[in-house]
C-alpha cells in the first residue's frame, strides 16, 4: 500500500521541526543518528515526524493514535529528554503525553494502527511525511505502541 506525503503550504511535507528549539532538535537528530546508525537527514525527518505525531496527539485527545515504526524511534529518543519532552508537553499539549504499549491488548494489527493514523492525518490536510510512515510501530517490548489521552 503506498502512502500519500501532505505537503505543507511552503512545499515541505510534514517539517515540525520549529515546534522546539534549534539546539534540541539537533541533540535529537544527533542521538537518532548514534542510537540507529542513520544519516542526518533520515534522522532530521524522524525527528521533525515525531514532533509532527506529538502534536496531532495534543490538538485531537479524544483519539488514538499510533506511530509508525521510525516515528517510534523518535519517541523513544525524545522520552530519553525527559524534562525537554515534559516541557513540550505541557506548552504543547498542557498535559503530558504518554507512551503507552498495547503489548497485550486484542485488536487491530500494528501496522493497521499506523495507517488508520495516515488516514486521520490525510483526510484532515495534516501535513507528513509519508516516507516514515511505510511501516507499523513496535515497541521493544515487542508490541505495538499508542498515545492515549
Known amino acids: ?65 499510533a506511530p509508525s515504526k521510525n516515528i517510534d524511534i523518535g519517541w ?22 504518554h507512551h503507552a504499549p498495547e503489548d497485550d491488548l486484542p485488536g487491530l494489527d500494528e501496522e493497521l494502527r499506523a495507517l488508520r493514523t495516515v488516514d486521520f492525518m490525510s483526510e484532515r490536510g495534516i501535513p507528513f511525511d509519508g516516507k516514515l510512515w511505510e511501516a507499523s510501530a513496535a515497541c521493544a517490548s515487542g508490541g505495538s505502541c499508542r498515545y492515549t489521552g
Request: hydrophobic share 40%; glycine share 10%; aromatic share 12%.
Open 1 to 65: 500500500m503506498s502512502m500519500t506525503t501532505v505537503a505543507t503550504p511552503g512545499g515541505t511535507t510534514g517539517y515540525y521541526g520549529d515546534l522546539v528549539e534549534p539546539s534540541l532538535r539537533q541533540r535529537l537528530v544527533n542521538r537518532v543518528i548514534k542510537d540507529h546508525d542513520l544519516d542526518e537527514t533520515t534522522a532530521a525527518a524522524i525527528v521533525d515526524g515525531v514532533l509532527g505525531f506529538l502534536k496531532l496527539c495534543a490538538d485531537h485527545p479524544g483519539y488514538q493514535f
Open 76 to 97: 523513544h529518543t525524545f522520552l530519553l529528554y525527559t524534562r525537554e519532552y515534559w516541557e513540550f508537553c505541557e506548552r504543547l499539549a498542557g498535559r503530558f503525553i
